[in-house]
């Protein structure tokens, strides 16, 4: 983390740090697999991201067609005939292994690599883990943002607790978002407005992540500190929050940690990567406050990596993210397990 606030040069494609070394983006690729990971690379494009490409892959053609990315690739289309795979994981993977090449041509040279899905369907649950392994075969770092389906899906539901179990194995930092959380914090939402309700988050979280690196920032993390938090990070635990600069940070913090998304104890985390976002009236001394006050709510070992970063529309407002990874079995969870 470089404590140097970084300055763009004449030459407006290239960032300079105080010593006049160029800072070289990282390439970083959000790849939506099946049709809810196409709809979360579709509210990404919506909130529009800076310094990351889209590549949206389904096995459904009419489904793709429809995607708002960079590159849409059919996927096994002679496997699933461009029909999808109707729940069918196992297709999914078929259909994947057969289009490999295009996967593995659509990631190359990228550095880091998310790899959204819905779990539960065939698609998504099938080519989440190899795509994730492609692009761990060639030298990203794959994290996985993947949502778990509603229990009223119940079909679905060993699916893709099968499939997380697969995925887990082949990415770097594993996310899931449970649906199940969206619904019971709004009960009166249908399953459509939970989907989006999740989708938004998820496309909220890879963009801040993304942008975290690839802008210039008040405190600056660099894609090193992403490697540092996302290489082993295993099945990990995310957060989102805003809330206003005359809020206590403390209190802030708590409340973000109040309602998680997820089912994972986060008190277990051996790393966190924080970023906090405000508008120009935010102060070193309020960010530094809101990563102690969560750190404190951490391991006492915990190693907690945090940036900071202006943006003039949130005059006023604060917005905080935060990635806890290894997370350790804890006394609540002495497994560690997700379920
Ligand atoms: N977050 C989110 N989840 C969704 C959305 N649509 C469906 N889901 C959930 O994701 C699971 C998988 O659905 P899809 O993504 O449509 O399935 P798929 O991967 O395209 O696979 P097939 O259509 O079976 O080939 C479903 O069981 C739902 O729980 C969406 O738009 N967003
Ligand atoms: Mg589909």
């Known amino acids: 983390m470089s404590f140097e606030e970084p300055f763009r040069s004449l ?99 990228s550095d880091l690599i998310f790899v959204a899905a819905g779990m539960g369907g065939g698609t998504g649950t099938g080519i989440a883990p190899i795509v994730s392994q ?41 996310i899931v978002f449970d649906n199940n959380r969206v619904l019971s914090l709004a009960p009166r939402l249908t399953p459509e407005q939970v989907f989006s309700v999740t989708d938004q988050l998820i496309a909220e979280i890879i963009k801040g992540i993304t942008e975290t690196v690839t802008l210039p920032s008040l405190i600056n993390l660099d894609y090193a500190d992403v490697k540092t938090i996302m290489n082993n990070g295993g099945l990990s635990f995310a957060l989102m929050s805003e809330g206003h600069l005359d809020d206590d940070p403390e209190r802030l913090v708590r409340s973000a940690l109040k309602t998680p998304l997820m089912e994972a104890d986060y008190r277990g985390a051996a790393d966190c990567l924080l970023h906090v976002t405000g508008g120009h009236d935010l102060t070193l001394r309020y960010a530094a406050a809101v990563s102690s006050a969560l750190t404190r709510e951490l391991d006492p070992g915990a190693n907690v990596i945090w940036g900071a970063r202006i943006r003039k529309e949130l005059t006023g407002r604060i917005s905080i993210i935060a990635i806890m990874t290894k997370l350790r079995p804890t006394e609540a969870e002495p497994r560690g397990s997700w379920w």
């Open 11 to 109: 030459d407006r494609e290239k960032i300079y740090n105080i010593h006049g070394e160029e800072l070289v983006s990282p390439k970083i690729l959000v790849v939506g697999c099946g049709g809810a990971g196409c709809n979360m690379v579709n509210r990404l494009t919506n909130i529009g991201i800076d310094g990351a490409e889209t590549v949206a892959l389904d096995t459904d053609r009419q489904h793709l067609a429809m995607a708002q990315a960079n590159r849409k690739i059919p996927v096994g289309t002679n496997v699933t005939r461009g029909l999808g795979t109707d729940g069918d994981p196992d297709l999914g993977r078929q259909a994947a292994k057969r289009s490999r090449w295009s996967i593995e041509e659509a990631l190359e040279g």
């Open 134 to 174: 492609a692009a761990r075969d060639q030298g990203s770092i794959a994290v996985g943002m993947v949502s778990l389906p509603l229990s009223e899906e119940e079909a679905r539901t060993s699916a893709a607790k099968k499939g997380i179990e697969e995925l887990n194995a082949k990415t770097n930092t594993l």
